[in-house]
């Protein structure tokens, strides 16, 4: 008969020591606050934008201006006078083209000096890497930046907001790190094989920076909806070419209301319309400001996994 395997014997269990518990205890209580603290942050960032949202479908008469959660008579005819507003559908599509045609010519244009720069046997390399840094912290200045866009056709002009936007150094700078990270075997196998620049450019290096450049088109994209001041600088006498965002802060401008006033218009016109709920200039402007922040809310979570991945550029070595 074979030997019998003896069963190892089990240790007896030990019980916790003093540290042990106090550890735990001390793990518990800051897992506790660290609930409590992010609990606060989401609220005081969440609810302005709630209040905004309730103000907006709720009867002006019966809401209250201190904390309020849920809106007093729902109704939607703000949204309606906004929608059916020219203005508003004006300048609802002169924010969506230039957040769209912007980001991507900026993207296309901004990929390939990246890929250029990225290329360590280019004759001046390090000249040109010097050159776009040097743009990121100094500029002409206001007046003469003024004065060559107007020497070159783009004030009263939509491609005043396209144009000046095309190079992005920053995302320059993180499409170039990208693309110095990745194998340069791969390029060299592609030169083997007889692909060009512009082969390995479109076939092999765009399809792997996937990442980065949903990232650098998510900020130009949110830059370019965002953007007023453009056109107070050089389309403030075009009113065909005022984005939403202007449309917006000229309506809050006229707060006061009279005959300017875009919102006491809309206001106005639901009134003498009859409409079964009362919309007051208030009301049309938190509907506007609803409006203006969705649209771009809604594309992030489509790429947010190329985002987060994109912003980890050179942050993770090996």
């Keep these: 008969m074979g030997a019998k395997t003896l069963a190892r014997p089990k240790r007896p269990k030990q019980g916790k020591g003093a540290y042990d518990i106090y ?29 905004v949202f309730i103000y907006s479908i709720s009867d002006p008469t019966a809401f209250s201006p201190t904390f309020q959660f849920l ?35 900026s993207g296309v244009v901004t990929m390939m000096i990246a890929y250029g720069v990225s290329t360590r046997d280019l004759p001046g390399r390090r ?20 004065l060559l866009y107007q020497s070159l056709g783009l004030v009263n002009s939509f491609w005043v907001y396209i144009v000046p936007s095309i190079v992005n150094v920053f995302g320059m700078i993180l499409m170039r790190t990208y693309i110095e990270s990745l194998p340069a075997e791969m390029k060299e196998s592609a030169y083997i094989d007889g692909a060009n620049d512009f082969t390995i450019f479109y076939k092999i290096i765009t399809p792997l920076c996937i990442p980065v450049i949903a990232a650098v ?50 206001a106005a016109a639901a009134a003498a319309q009859g409409a079964t709920a009362r919309v007051s200039p208030t009301v049309v402007r938190m509907a506007v400001t609803v409006v203006t922040i969705v649209p771009i809310s809604l594309l992030y979570p489509f790429i947010q996994r190329y985002f987060m991945k994109g912003l ?3 942050s993770v070595k090996g």
Excluded: C, K
């Design 127 to 146: 000249f040109f890497n010097w050159y776009f840094l040097f743009t990121m912290y100094f500029s002409a200045g206001l007046i003469p930046t003024f």
């Design 312 to 314: 980890l550029v050179g």
């Design 217 to 266: 088109t998510l900020f130009a994209a949110v830059h370019q909806w965002n953007a007023y001041f453009d056109t107070v600088i050089y389309n403030a006498t075009e009113p065909r070419l005022h984005p939403l965002q202007y449309f917006l802060v000229q309506m809050v401008a006229g707060i006061a209301g009279g005959s300017g006033d875009a919102a006491a218009q809309m």
């Design 23 to 51: 550890r735990t205890a001390i793990n518990a209580a800051f897992t506790g606050f660290m609930w409590l603290f992010l609990l606060f942050v989401l609220f005081i960032t969440a609810y302005p934008l709630w209040y």
């Design 71 to 105: 809106p007093n008579g729902i109704s939607l005819e703000a949204y309606l006078r906004v929608f059916t507003n020219d203005g508003f559908l004006n300048a609802f599509f002169i924010s969506v083209a230039r957040s769209t045609i912007g980001p991507i010519v």
